[in-house]
């Protein structure tokens, strides 16, 4: 009976419509935390920075804001 109703649910989920607006709002909703977040990272983490300058130090900076988890376990899996 359970398999019964996980499976009536599942066809319900992906029967669901959005129009391109609520697909377009759900995108921001999830992607502003991962991004204040990736901000906060880069800009306290400005010393991973030293000695770039110019468009290299906006790539790093870039990189870090987008790949903040990769760094953070970079940086709690040092041996």
Known sequence: ????????LTRR???FEMTIAEWI????????PYGVIGLIWAFT????LEG???VGWVLLFVR???AWPVLLGENLCVA
């Open 13 to 15: 989920v992906l029967t």
């Open 25 to 32: 709002g759900l995108g921001l909703m999830v992607l502003a």
């Open 64 to 66: 870090a804001v987008i």
């Open 1 to 8: 009976m359970a398999q019964t109703d996980l499976l009536a």
């Open 52 to 54: 770039a300058h110019g």
């Open 45 to 48: 983490h400005l010393h991973d």
